[in-house]
Nanobody
Framework: QVQLVESGGGLVQPGGSLRLSCAAS????????MAWYRQAPGKPRELVAA???????NYAASAKGRFTISRNNGNNAVYLQMNSLKPEDTAVYYC??????????????WGQGTQVTVSS
């Protein structure tokens, strides 16, 4: 059983910063890509940023220059540093990992989500 647990969401004023964390646990053999997605009310879930096991990164246009994704392979953790936050960044942020468990093939796993609200 694999679990992804996020933390770090909350309420922040426009222009502020937040750091999201996500830790994966369970019978994990290897984690390939880890990513952050977000879903605002009435909108589809969208990719915010992704990072491979080799630390190659990919960002949504809306996140470039403001957000930084990083990971700690030893702790099976991924982080999202969000700066210069805007009201339109308000959403539930989900951690995602594409990984292999012992004895199973690779699959996608999701965290429960953490709310980020940007408002004055």
């Amino acid at each position: 059983q694999v679990q992804l647990v996020e933390s770090g969401g909350g309420l922040v004023q426009p222009g502020g910063s937040l750091r999201l964390s996500c830790a994966a646990s369970g019978s994990i053999l290897s984690i390939y890509t880890m990513a952050w997605y977000r879903q605002a009310p009435g909108k589809p879930r969208e990719l915010v940023a992704a990072i491979t096991s080799g630390s190659s990164t990919n960002y949504a246009a809306s996140a470039k220059g403001r957000f930084t994704i990083s990971r700690n392979n030893g702790n099976n953790a991924v982080y999202l540093q969000m700066n210069s936050l805007k009201p339109e960044d308000t959403a539930v942020y989900y951690c995602n990992a594409f990984l292999t468990q012992y004895g199973l093939g690779p699959d996608d796993y999701w965290g429960q989500g953490t709310q980020v609200t940007v408002s004055s």
